[in-house]
Every structure is written in structure tokens, then in C-alpha cells.
């Protein structure tokens, strides 16, 4: 059993930046991130396998960046030039003979 906890969600201004991590308890394969804004599906944001190949969704290419500690069991997400449609609620997600996923960390783009 994967415990993942995510941490540094809030409120910023367009145009801003915020930094998202994820810590796992136990090792992981591939990680990603998630997040599901309200009355829509949750979406895949990005993803990083453990050799560190990374995709990322159309819409914050150039904008976020997704890295990992193996060592350290850790994810990050760094999101700059937010836009308002980048509010949603941002889930961790990790994947090792089954799938896990964190709480959620709202993230609120707002002026």
C-alpha cells in the first residue's frame, strides 16, 4: 500500500506561479499529475516515468514543468504563466502493480 500526499496548492493571480509536490510513501513507477476542475473530468496534466520520460497535456505545454526524486519518492510540478482555466483541484498520482492516487490540492487562478 502507496500513501501519496500532496502539498503547496492555493490561491494566485494570472499570470502567476505555484509549485506542486507529491511525496510517496513506498516506491513508484510511473507518476503524474491530475487535476479535475468543477463539473468537468479529471485530466491528465502530466506524467513521468521512473527514467524520467515525461508527457505533458496541450494545454500547459511551455507552462509546467514535472520532475521527480526517485531517491527521495518525491514529484513536483512546477506551474508558471497561470491562467484562470488552470483552476481545478490537482491530484498526485502513482502507479506500481496498482493504481494510487493523493487527495487533491486545490489550485485557484484568480484576480
Known amino acids: 500500500q502507496v500513501q501519496l500526499v500532496e502539498s503547496g496548492g492555493g490561491l494566485v493571480q494570472p499570470g502567476g506561479s505555484l509549485r506542486l509536490s507529491c511525496t510517496a510513501s513506498?516506491?513508484?513507477?510511473?507518476m503524474a499529475w491530475y487535476r479535475q476542475a468543477p463539473g468537468k473530468q479529471r485530466e491528465l496534466v502530466a506524467r513521468i516515468t521512473s527514467g524520467g520520460t515525461t508527457i505533458y497535456a496541450d494545454s500547459v505545454k511551455g507552462r509546467f514543468t514535472i520532475s521527480r526524486d526517485n531517491a527521495k519518492k518525491t514529484m513536483d510540478l512546477q506551474m508558471n504563466s497561470l491562467k484562470p482555466e488552470d483552476t481545478a483541484v490537482y491530484y498526485c498520482y502513482a502507479s506500481i502493480f496498482r493504481d494510487y492516487w493523493g487527495k487533491g490540492t486545490l489550485v485557484t487562478v484568480s484576480s
Open positions: 513506498g516506491s513508484v513507477n510511473t
